[in-house]
């Protein structure tokens, strides 16, 4: 039996979301989740994962392990409390697995809320008893459990977009009540005038023809007994961009009408239950949004307002009865991404009047997301803001670097002070410039970030303030592009150009943990993929680009790369299992667009540092990348099939990765020079990254590599797909002393010189070229050096166990202190270092139920200073370190004096 907490106090901590714990083990499960989600709302699959992450109830101890798990799932709290369990028990099982565990039970229905509870026992078989508690909820498990009707408006072009509202009574008291909503393009919901949730840009993009999104609410505090009403507005988005004359738009495209499905599903107190949904009963009425576009900007008429449209006994015989219609063809299915949500407010940091009744704000950080103000003054009167990257020489905002024209506006009704946001449309922009008309005036101006609702995991610093800002140079271009689609800019383009998620795909992982968002991507690229295993650079792929634009390996291999790197980072299998066959369908793609075991087609090296213009690679033939490439997309598949026990699929990927590697070194490896192909940074880096460099020549042609880096004084010549693997190249070869000294460098190309340029987010162009985009983070790849090379935090779940987290600084140059950590799906993980006159210190937590190769700087091994050495032993001694082996706690290293 497991030992009980009262029931009572049980409900409330379960209700509070606190963990529940008893200190008589030595482990304390935390942070459970179902679907890679805390308390998910609207689970899509009928069989579950549960993970957990393990803690030490004495922060002193070392060596926990778990050796046992007992899962139990129950309709009631109660249940729970009292031991019993009405659908899955999964008894005492003998394992140490935290994650990734499959439901078991009997069948789940939709959306039903359910409970669940998980007891660890340690390694001296001590239970946590009841260790945590958390609850999830079934979705929309079947298209016939949609009751509602999708809606739309009247068919008329250039009209303010619609507004929807239903209204209803409710004659019993409401126990619980639940709201799934899917709003084509975009949508924004209010019941009983409230906006409900706090989430914006919903919902995520998709190929509509093939998945659309919806998202579910707890209404139970916002409905009531009584007279209720449900108010939905209607944005573009994605869904469709229109062309428009005096408006920027990257492309023209529309998947059909705005329309929205709704339904709600009400229990009461009595166990009965009713359900709202939306059908031709529906009112609908232009509202005040006059202009919505994804690219060209939002313009709002609070003359259009109609007060209290969203509540009880508001008078809508004026307003129309809505259509119903078919959907966009794609199936319904919970949108379980990460929301974008408001994460941060930018305050002005200076404002200027360049021309009478324009003011400029600057509020000091270049981000994605929109203005926000707050204005008085006469009906009629109208604000404009245009936002941008950069100044002009007369003070002004110019958007040549960001798509123009784009603008925002309001339009005062004239009542008190009012203050508005766009909804349906954000901007990549550091200043704002207001331009007053009418009596207006501006009270506040500010800015609004938005991005994807992840989780901040990682943490890094140093002792070098250069690379501290480099650092948060490249994080403000990460989060800015992480929408629902990790996007290249946010601004112009707003498009999922695939080649940054798998060639960041770490460095972005070591920071956030986008578990579900790499989730939705893979999803994204299977529904683009066509059934020849064509896969385009963009996914969703809504506007299609000709030529090397729409099909390049370098790009399109995240299809294959993107599974493995989540499964490095997260260990999901079912992900791997799930998207195994579009993988390999692409391989076998590229294997027949080959010639002669060659793919020489697409964009290469894009914006390497050649001759011309920067575009397509200049420095490196677009065999060298794209046959790599291929050799990459072939051993990760190998992986992936050995992972899943798909033995004689791993000995076919193997073959084939074999025959490349050959080919590769046969075409472009001149082995009397040592020089692959015309010798570029890209042309050595990739191969080394990769290993595809014969065993006995990788020394040289390292030494190569550094020698031309070291020609070009320490700067970068490699582009978009080849600085990732020059990074890579240095920090596995032992050269970070090399990457640092790339970093160092301010003058151009480098970040140091983006940085002196006032860039606050890195730019598309190594030299921030002001035509290019101020908000790109295709360039990021030393991120990861900061936390694998530098820190020395290396962490890889495909590795074997006592593998999977490494140790290993990098002392290079003055740098002199060095920290990240990391609270990865198996616990946190952590590092921090010294170093000062000759003496050296490292910190190190490994989490329980794992353990670690530490690698200590030192000549000898005595020379290496333990002051508790329980649960250290020597391995071996290599390249000027000596290699322990450690189980889970925390441990202190020192060298010298």
């Known amino acids: 039996m497991i030992k009980q907490i009262p029931r009572v106090s049980l409900i409330l901590l379960l209700l509070s979301g606190v963990a529940v714990a008893s200190s008589e ?16 709302l609207a689970i899509q699959s009928r069989q579950p994962r ?11 101890a070392r060596g926990l392990r778990q050796t046992a798990y007992r899962i139990m799932v129950a309709s009631s709290v109660s249940l729970l409390a009292s031991d019993r369990t009405d659908l899955w028990d999964t008894g005492k099982v003998s394992s140490t697995e935290t994650m990734q565990i499959r439901y078991g039970g009997l069948a789940l229905r939709a959306t039903k809320k359910y409970y669940w509870a998980v007891t660890v026992w340690d390694q001296e078989d001590r239970p946590s008893h009841l260790a945590a508690l958390a609850s999830f909820s079934m979705g929309m498990l079947e298209p016939t459990d949609w009751k509602a009707k999708w809606i739309r408006g009247e068919d008329a072009n250039n009209r303010p977009l619609p507004i929807f509202r239903y209204e209803f009574s409710v004659d019993k008291p409401i126990a619980s009540a639940m709201a799934y909503v899917s709003g084509l393009g975009q949508y924004e919901l209010q019941i009983n005038g409230k906006r409900i ?20 609410y707890d209404v139970s505090s916002t409905l ?17 961009v229109e062309d428009t004359p005096d408006r920027y738009s990257k492309f023209t495209g529309s998947f059909g009408k705005l329309k929205l499905i709704f339904q709600a599903r009400l229990i009461f107190t009595d166990g009965s239950f009713s359900v709202v949904r939306s059908n031709a009963s529906w009112k609908v009425h232009d509202g005040p949004i006059t202009f919505s576009s994804t690219y060209g900007g939002e313009d709002y008429d609070a003359r259009l307002e109609q007060v209290g449209w969203s509540e009880p006994d508001f008078s809508d015989r004026s307003w129309g009865n809505a259509t119903e219609t078919v959907g966009p063809g794609g199936v319904l299915t919970s949108e379980e991404n990460p929301a974008i949500r408001v994460r941060h407010v930018y305050l002005p940091a200076r404002v200027t009047h360049p021309f009478p009744r324009v003011s400029i704000y600057d509020l000091g950080q270049n981000f994605a997301g929109w203005p926000e103000i707050e204005v008085r003054g006469t009906p009629g009167s109208k604000v404009k803001l245009v936002a941008g990257e950069l100044l002009d020489s007369a003070g002004f905002v110019r958007q040549t ?15 008190g002070r009012e203050t508005w946001h766009p909804r349906f449309s954000y901007y990549g922009f550091r200043y704002i410039q207001a331009e007053v008309s009418g009596e207006a005036e501006l009270l506040d101006v500010r800015g609004a970030f938005l991005h994807a609702d992840v989780a901040t995991v990682g943490e890094f610093k140093c002792s070098d303030e250069l690379l501290n800002r480099i650092h948060q140079l490249i994080n403000a271009a990460i989060l800015s592009n992480m929408q629902s689609v990790l996007t290249d800019c946010p601004h112009r383009e707003k498009l999922g150009w695939l080649e940054e998620s798998h060639l960041l795909g770490r460095a972005i992982m070591c920071n956030y943990d986008v578990a579900r968002l ?40 995240a299809i294959v790369l993107n599974p493995w790197i989540a499964y490095e980072q997260y260990g999901s299998t079912a992900e791997l299992t799930k998207h195994y066959e579009e993988m390999s369908r692409y391989l076998g793609y590229l294997t027949r667009k080959a010639q002669q075991g060659v793919l020489a087609y697409g964009l290469g090296d894009w914006y390497d540092i050649g001759p011309g213009e920067p575009g397509s690679s200049k420095l490196t033939s677009l065999g060298v990348t794209g046959t790599a490439i291929y050799y990459a997309d072939a051993v990760a598949l190998q992986k992936c099939a050995q992972v899943l026990g798909k033995t004689e699929d791993a000995i076919a990927f193997q073959r084939l990765a074999a025959s490349v590697k050959r080919t590769f070194n046969g075409r472009f490896y001149n082995p009397t020079t040592h020089v692959y192909d015309r010798g570029s940074q890209t042309d050595y880096a990739m191969p080394l990254a990769l290993n595809l460099v014969p065993a006995t020549d990788r020394k040289i042609v390292l030494d190569k590599l550094v020698e031309d880096i070291r020609q070009h004084q320490n700067h970068v010549t490699a582009g978009d797909i080849g600085f990732h693997f020059l990074v890579t190249a ?51 790849h030393a991120e990861e050096w ?18 999977r987290i490494v140790f290993r600084p990098a002392l290079v140059g003055t740098v002199s202190a060095a920290e990240a950590n990391d609270r990865s799906v198996i616990g946190t993980v952590a590092v921090s270092w010294t170093r000062e006159n000759g003496n050296f210190s490292m910190n190190i937590t490994v989490p329980p139920n794992a353990a670690a190769m530490v690698w200590v700087p030192a000549e000898t091994r005595d020379s290496v200073q333990l002051p508790n050495a329980r649960d250290v032993s020597f391995v071996r001694t290599e390249a000027g370190f000596m290699i322990y082996r450690v189980g889970s706690g925390s441990y202190r290293f020192t060298t010298g004096r």
């Not at 083990?25 to 998910?40: F, H, I, K, W, Y």
């Not at 549960?50 to 002193?60: C, E, R, Y």
């Open 50 to 60: 549960f993970g957990w992450v393990l803690a030490p109830s004495d922060p002193a």
């Open 786 to 803: 900061f936390y694998r090379g530098l820190a020395g935090l290396d962490f890889d779940l495909s590795r074997p166990w006592e593998e």
């Open 518 to 557: 790499y989730q939705k991507i893979s999803d994204d690229l299977r529904d683009a993929e066509a059934a020849n295993g064509f896969v385009p650079e963009i996914a969703p792929e809504f506007a299609v680009f000709p030529g090397m634009f729409h099909d390049s390996p370098e790009w399109s291999s």
């Open 197 to 216: 949730g706090d989430a914006v840009l919903t919902p995520g993009w998709t190929n509509y023809r093939k998945t659309v999104f919806y998202n579910a």
């Open 730 to 780: 240095l920090m596995e070869g032992g050269r970070s002393d090399v990457l640092y000294d790339m970093l160092e460098r301010t003058d151009s190309p480098s970040y140091g010189y983006q940085l002196a340029m006032g860039a606050t987010s890195l730019t598309e162009a190594w030299d921030a070229n002001p035509l290019d985009s101020q908000n790109h983070f295709m360039l990021g």
């Open 224 to 240: 009531k007994e009584g007279r209720n009403a449900i108010g939905i507005m209607l944005g573009n988005g994605m869904y469709k």
């Open 25 to 40: 083990g030595s482990l304390v499960a935390q942070e459970l989740r179902c679907e890679d989600q805390q308390t998910p």
């Open 401 to 415: 670097s960001s798509g123009e024209p784009q603008s925002f506006s309001y339009v005062l009704s004239g009542k």
